[in-house]
C-alpha cells in the first residue's frame, strides 16, 4: 500500500540534543511538508519541498533543519536551538502543479526533558 | 494573507443529532478547501475537498461540506452523528496552487455523548 511512513511514533530527548525525525513516502509525490501541531493552534507548517536538494522555510522554521536527497525522503531535526521542541510533528505529501490534497503520515510525538 | 477561522474550539453533541462545524476563510482569489478528521494521537485524514464546481460537496464517512463565497464560508455537516465520528476537525485552505501548502484553522474538538 502507498502511504508515508514517519517514525519513531514516540521520541524522547534531553534538552540540548538534536533528534532527527524521519518520514518516508512512496506515492512518487513530488512535494514533501513537516508540520507542527501544538493543542489549540492548530497545524503550522515547518519546512517544505517540492524537489531534490531544494527546500523553503515554513512559517516556524526557526531551530529546524531538513534535508531532500532522495525523493521519497525528507527528515526533519529539531536542534538545541528550538526553545519549545515538545510537540506533535505531521509529515505530509502531494504531488504539484495542480490543485490537490495533502496526504499526511501518523505522526511523530517529541517529549523533550 | 490567507487565514482560516474555527470559531467552536469543543462541540458536544448526543448521538444521532446533526452536526455543523463552521470554517471561515480569508482568501483573495477563489480558494480550495479542505476538511480534515485527526482522531488522537494520529495523523489527518481527508473527509472532503472543494476546488471548483458544484458547492455542496460530499465527502467520506457521510459528511458533507457547503461553500458559500458571500459568507467566505465552508461548513461541514452531518445529518446524524454516530460515537465513533468524536476526533479534532481541521479546516484549510490552499495556500498556493503550485506547491500545495495548506492552512489549517485551529481544529474543532467533537465530542459524542449517548
Known amino acids: 500500500d502507498g502511504g508515508i511512513t514517519q517514525s519513531p511514533k514516540y521520541l524522547f530527548r534531553k534538552e540540548g540534543q538534536n533528534v532527527t525525525l524521519s518520514c518516508e513516502q512512496n506515492l512518487n509525490h513530488d512535494a514533501m511538508y513537516w508540520y507542527r501541531q501544538d493543542p489549540g493552534q492548530g497545524l503550522r507548517l515547518i519546512y517544505y519541498s517540492q524537489i531534490v536538494n531544494d527546500f523553503q522555510k515554513g512559517d516556524i522554521a526557526e531551530g529546524y533543519s531538513v534535508s531532500r536527497e532522495k525523493k521519497e525522503s525528507f527528515p526533519l531535526t529539531v536542534t538545541s536551538a528550538q526553545k519549545n521542541p515538545t510537540a506533535f510533528y505531521l509529515c505530509a505529501s502531494s504531488i504539484i502543479g495542480v490543485r490537490t490534497e495533502a496526504f499526511f503520515g501518523q505522526g511523530t510525538r517529541l517529549t523533550v526533558v | 494573507a490567507q487565514s482560516v477561522t474555527q470559531p467552536d474550539i469543543h462541540i458536544t453533541v448526543s448521538e444521532g443529532a446533526s452536526l455543523e462545524l463552521r470554517c471561515n476563510y480569508s482568501?483573495?482569489?477563489?480558494?480550495?478547501l479542505f476538511w480534515y478528521v485527526q482522531s488522537p494521537g494520529q495523523g489527518l485524514q481527508l473527509l472532503l475537498k472543494?476546488?471548483?464546481?458544484?458547492?455542496l460537496v460530499q465527502g467520506i464517512k457521510g459528511f458533507e461540506a457547503e461553500f458559500k463565497r458571500s459568507q467566505s464560508s465552508f461548513n461541514l455537516r452531518k445529518p446524524s452523528v454516530h460515537w465513533s465520528d468524536a476526533a479534532e476537525y481541521f479546516c484549510?485552505?490552499?495556500?498556493?496552487?503550485?506547491?500545495?501548502?495548506?492552512?489549517f484553522g485551529t481544529g474543532t474538538l467533537l465530542a459524542v455523548q449517548p
Open positions: 472543494y476546488f471548483s464546481g458544484d458547492t
Open positions: 484549510a485552505v490552499g495556500a498556493d496552487g503550485a506547491t500545495n501548502k495548506l492552512i
Open positions: 482568501y483573495g482569489a477563489t480558494p480550495y
